[in-house]
């Protein structure tokens, strides 16, 4: 695996009609290229069939996407929070193929309005490094002992 110019390894960057067998799994792959790319991640919206429950598209969308709401409790606010969303457009649409069953990328926005968090900082990345490492110990059953 190579890195392309701004460090993300280059199987980990999204692309139009990437194919993902089931919906968590094009979850994951969203939650590690954020946090390989330096920004958290949320999911804006999944439609599911009444039928029989399954997923059919969902969008997964960059924290900083929209604004938040004006708080109408207190005008005279001493300190208010920082605004955190930047209006980011940055989003993957996934969608079920049916006859192969499996989702594809059909929407994809990938540029930031706004600062990227270096990823050894970000909270996904240190999640994602104890899970790693939990998952690849010898104990876990993955890695066997040469």
């Not at 708080?71 to 193929?97: N, S, Y």
Request: glycine content about 6%; aromatic content about 8%; hydrophobic content about 30%.
């Amino acid at each position: 695996m190579e890195e392309n110019r701004v460090g993300v390894l280059s199987s980990l960057l999204p692309e139009i009609a990437m194919e993902f067998n089931t919906i968590d799994e094009a979850w994951m792959f969203w939650i590690r290229y954020g946090g390989q790319k330096g920004f958290e991640v949320g999911k804006r919206y999944r439609n599911e069939r009444k039928s029989d429950g399954n997923v059919t598209s969902c969008r997964y969308v960059c924290a900083n996407e929209g604004h938040r709401k004006e708080d109408k409790r207190d005008h005279v606010t001493k300190c208010p929070r920082a605004e955190t969303r930047t209006d980011c457009q940055v989003r993957m649409g996934v969608v079920l193929d049916l006859e192969k069953g499996k989702y594809n990328v059909a929407d994809l926005v990938l540029e930031h309005n706004h600062i990227l968090q270096l990823p050894e900082t970000s909270q996904w990345f240190l999640v994602l490094f104890s899970c790693t490492m939990r998952h690849l110990s010898p104990s876990s059953g993955y890695l066997r002992p040469s």
